[in-house]
């Protein structure tokens, strides 16, 4: 008996996700399309009938990856639960997306994709960073942060942390991934921000089970 009722994907989506995982482990100059077309099975004139060109490739996985993020991130935002809930788990999931992301990626995207680049910036700025600013006024509320903490300066510390450093330039001349970047950013400013309470619930979250502040 099947387990799930959900649909085969597509041959566009395996593409799509053949060609994803190899752009962001690898950068897309380093990927030929015989690559992926050997990995999936299928033959290049199948991969051309849906992207005519690496460039068409490359800019359906960026907005692909962008759409299913932003859906993604949007249902933890909106979900009923405490703040400490819901940062764990965009911290997951931002640490799955990002996790084979090598440095070379956003260094490609920006030198031989500047457009595609400059969406990825803006989607970051309206889409995470937005959600991100509106679980922080969430945990101001409640109680996670500690008095003296103005939520506007520390979401204006965090932004201009990620936008200064999670960029190509300061990315090729350190030897940090962008996991590296974001959890430290994440972990240095949360440090001094937190409460008690939150910041030994944080360090249950990671050690061992979830529980509640309260």
């Not at 395996?14 to 897309?28: D, L, M, N, T, V």
């Amino acid at each position: 008996m099947p387990t799930s009722w959900s649909s085969p994907p597509s041959d566009r989506e395996r593409i799509i996700e053949s060609a994803r995982e190899k752009f962001f482990s690898h950068g897309p100059s380093s990927v030929t399309v015989d690559e992926i077309a050997t990995d999936l099975g299928m033959s290049k004139k199948t991969i051309y009938k849906f992207f005519p060109s690496k460039e068409e490739m490359v800019r359906a996985v960026v907005r692909f990856t962008m759409a299913r993020a932003a859906n993604k991130v949007g249902a933890i935002v909106s979900a009923d639960e405490l703040f400490d809930k819901k940062l764990l788990r965009l911290m997951t999931f931002l640490g799955q997306l990002l996790g084979h992301t090598s440095r070379r990626f956003p260094m490609e995207m920006k030198r031989s994709y500047p457009d595609l680049w400059h969406e990825i910036e803006r989607f970051r700025r309206e889409h995470i960073l937005e959600a991100l600013k509106s679980m922080f006024v969430q945990g101001k509320e409640e109680g996670y942060f500690r008095e003296d903490v103005n939520v506007d300066i520390f979401i204006l510390m965090f932004t201009q942390s990620v936008e200064g450093i999670v960029n190509p330039a300061t990315l090729s001349e350190h030897s940090f991934s962008t996991t590296d970047a974001i959890s430290n950013i994440f972990s240095i400013l949360f440090a001094g921000a937190l409460t008690d309470d939150a910041r030994a619930t944080f360090h249950l979250h990671h050690d061992s089970q979830p529980k509640n502040k309260r």
